[in-house]
């Protein structure tokens, strides 16, 4: 049915479909995640830098501009950890599983028996 209106969409209006069909989140999230690296190894030259200006310029103007770059590498680190874990998630390699989730009431094993001894009981069978 989903490819009945995947095929009647591209009937419709192809450039509109054609749009939806490239877009892709995991494409997104490489993105963010590149974007994180680059913004890492800004972060590690401005500590760097912080570290060299520390020497010639002054310890106070060093050590801010090389707290300054931690501080970006930490923040692009972060961002790029949630990307990447974002893109694991949500990538289209992942299928749909067959069996529906468990509902909380669904649980399997002792809890189980013993809600059924409980049930029997109450019902004097036991």
């Known amino acids: 049915m989903l490819d009945q209106i995947e095929q009647a969409l ?3 209006d192809p ?3 054609n749009t939806v069909r490239q877009t892709n989140p ?10 994180a690296g680059l913004g890492f190894v ?3 030259v401005l500590m760097l830098t912080g570290l060299l200006l520390g020497s010639s310029v002054g310890l106070a103007v ?12 930490l923040a692009c ?14 990538g ?9 989730k ?8 002792m809890m189980n028996r013993f809600e059924e001894r409980w049930r029997r009981r109450q019902q004097g069978d036991e």
């Open 26 to 35: 995991v494409v997104h999230h490489k993105r963010r995640i590149i974007k």
């Open 77 to 90: 680190l972060l961002w790029g950890l949630n990307a990447w874990r974002r893109a694991a998630v949500g």
């Open 102 to 109: 468990r509902r909380k009431g669904d649980r399997p094993g």
């Open 92 to 100: 289209p390699a992942e299928a749909p599983p067959d069996e529906p």
């Open 15 to 17: 450039k509109f479909a």
């Open 62 to 73: 060093g050590v801010t501009v090389s707290v300054g770059g931690f501080l970006v590498m």
């Open 10 to 12: 591209y009937a419709e």
């Open 42 to 44: 800004l972060g590690l």
